[in-house]
């Protein structure tokens, strides 16, 4: 059990550890992690981001089952207005990372547009062009010739033809 003075009201802490800057944005000046947000310890037990803090003191109660967002991209902001929640996926898609910025593409490199006639998953799940893949493939074959097509069907059997039909030996 406690003695002496009363704790000091997690708010009251709070506004100290804020700048609030031109574009609106509320900077957490206390301690930043490793990942960029601030951490809060609103009493002696409960404790972790000053822009959940933020959210639950002037927005409402978190809802476990989303995650509070940065709608300005300030992983250090704690302005109410700048916060939301929203599902974890849609968090992680508008953000600038490699995975969401290439989910968002609708055209692959070369402006052909990503559509289900016209995109392939290879064995890592990472998407393609299937126009570019020809393309690919038939620049490969011009290049090297004969020596790359296959004298054996997929079963090993010997091609007998020009059209690819394959010779079945008999048992």
Known sequence: MRTGRPPTPAID?????????????WRW?????????????????IGGYAHQFAYQHFVGPLDPTLT?????RHRWCVNPKHLR???????????????AVNARKTHCSH???????????DKRGYRGCKICRARRSKIHNQKHGAQHQRDYCARHHVYW???????????
């Open 161 to 171: 033809s020009s059209t690819h039909h394959c010779y079945v030996p008999s048992p």
């Open 29 to 45: 000046i206390a301690q930043i992690d490793e990942d960029g947000y601030g951490r809060f310890y609103w009493d002696d037990r």
């Open 13 to 25: 802490r709070f506004w100290p550890k804020v700048k609030k800057l031109e574009n609106g944005c």
């Open 85 to 99: 929640q929203i599902p974890n996926l849609d968090n992680v898609m508008t953000g600038v990372g490699v995975g």
């Open 68 to 72: 509070v967002d940065h709608k300005c």
């Open 111 to 121: 402006g052909h547009p990503f559509t289900p006639e016209n995109t392939y998953r």
